[in-house]
Each structure stands twice: as structure tokens, then as C-alpha cells.
């Protein structure tokens, strides 16, 4: 049982970050929309809004790392040029892509959108963890703070979605492989 | 710190709490707006223009789209701390600002996605 090191890579920022922040998304959503509902001033102290405010901390940690190395590390492999006369598109996932009507609008629609849509995520997020920590449990004072951040999440958790989607369906039709094999079992010899 | 009189619990007795300006994440959430805008618009330019795709790769391996982010990102920081530094003690209308946000949030999701951007 072998692995490239570029497929490891992928598997970090697919099922890593971005599997993660998916996960830790829709634990959010609900948070804020339950966390920060006017309560009576007594039941203050058991507030738990600065564990929300940690927690929408490390999504925006998952979120810059899932795009930093997605764009930085991954694309790169993904959009390299291949040689002129070069028959083998396997090690180019977008020339491989490309070079058949059946499978083009896999890059033009969904790695396109994939790409640019992803960076809101770090944006929308990051946002909402500063508000959170910064207000605690002031939130509930400002009651249309909760409905601008809902949106906010909520925003970014569909676009976390449709990037993790095509993510994982260009690495069914064109995966990015290459690099050093790393023999994770040996099998037996037949 | 901003002002609150709360309704009397009993009779006679009133609660004054002390709630932090709105302004600071009317800042914050205004500025996401107009990054995310950011985001789209520069991913319309550097389709549609050759120089612009030449202007914004910053980094080869990665083509334009390092600088269409790498802008963005700058764009919603600079708005963040010019709104910040505007509104800090200030009380902002949260209603208007979030119907801004959110309007701008979704022309930049739509800006982003390829069918639409084709239309430019």
C-alpha cells in the first residue's frame, strides 16, 4: 500500500482543514444561532460565549490553512503546463481535464469556482471569531450582531461546501499525484 | 461603553447595564462585505482582462489567483481598520450595515461563480 507525497498533501487540506471546518461549520451555525439568544442576566455566568469565540478561532485557523495550502502547495501541481508533445496527461490534472469535452467543465466550472470561492471562508470567519471574542456575551445586547454574523457563517459554510465538493470530485477525475512513494504497508507476494 | 436602561424587574427598582458600542462590529462586518466584494470583482478582472491576469501573478506557480486573494485579503484589512478606526466609539446602526453586508456578501459569491462571470 503505497501514497504520493502530493497525495498526502491533498489529504491534508481536503480531509484536514477543510474536512474539519466543514464539521466545526455546522457545530458553529447552531452555536451562534443558540448561544446568543437573549437569556435573563442571572444565567450570564454559565454563558458559553468565549468558548464559542475560541472555537470560531480555530475554524478561522482551519480555514487559512485549508486555502493558504490549497493555493500555495496543491494548485500549483494542479495547473503545471505539460511539455509540448506530451501524451501522458496524468501528472497535469488541468491539461488532462481539458483535453476532453467530458470532463473541461470540471476545471472551467468547478475549479474555477472552487478556487475564488474558497476565500471568503478565512474571510467571513476570521471576522466572526474577532466579533465573538471581542463582545462575548455582549452579543446578546446587540441582537442584529447575531443575525450579521448567521449570515456570515452561514455564507461561508455553503462556499466551504461547494469547494469541498469539487475538491473531491476533481481528485476522482483528475487527481494530483506525483512526488515521492511513500510505502505506508507492505503487501504479500504473490 | 454606551448606556442601557433595562425594565423594572419590581417595582421601583430600574437596572442600568453598560454594552459596548456597536460601531467596532458594524466595522468588522462591513469591512467582510467589502472584501468578499473585493474578492469577486478581481476575479472578474483577471478573467476578463489579459493585463490584469499578467498584473495579479504574484507568484508564478499559482497564476493571477495569488493576487486576486492576496488583494482581497489587503482590501477587507485596510477597510477594517479605517472602519474600525471611524466607528470605535461610535453606535452604528446594525440593521443598515448588515443589509450592506449581506448584499455585498452575495454579489461577491455570484461574482466568483464562472457562469456569471462570463457574462462580463
Known sequence: MEITTRSVWTLIHGMGFGGLYLLAGTGATFALYQAFQPVERDQASTHPSRLIGIYLSVMAALAWLAVLSGTYIIYPWYRASAPIGEHNLKAYPRALLLSSPSTSAWHSLGMEWKEHVAWLVPIAITMAAVVALRYGREIVNHPRLRVGLLAFVGTSLIASGVAGFFGAMLDKVAPVEGGQTIRLVKGDQR | ?120
Open chain 2, 1 to 120: 461603553m454606551s448606556y442601557t436602561l433595562l425594565e423594572p424587574k419590581s417595582e421601583g427598582t430600574t437596572t442600568v447595564i453598560q454594552t459596548k458600542q456597536s460601531g467596532p462590529a458594524a466595522a468588522a462586518i462591513l469591512a467582510a462585505g467589502i472584501g468578499t466584494l473585493a474578492l469577486g470583482v478581481l476575479t472578474i478582472l483577471s478573467d476578463k482582462s489579459l493585463a490584469s491576469k499578467n498584473l495579479l501573478a504574484f507568484y508564478k506557480p499559482t497564476g493571477s489567483l495569488s493576487g486576486v486573494t492576496t488583494v482581497a485579503v489587503v482590501v477587507w484589512l485596510a477597510a477594517w481598520v479605517l472602519l474600525d478606526r471611524l466607528w470605535k466609539h461610535r453606535d452604528v446602526s446594525l440593521k443598515k450595515v448588515n443589509a450592506v453586508s449581506i448584499v455585498l456578501l452575495a454579489m461577491g459569491v455570484l461574482a466568483t461563480f464562472p457562469p456569471i462571470t462570463e457574462l462580463f
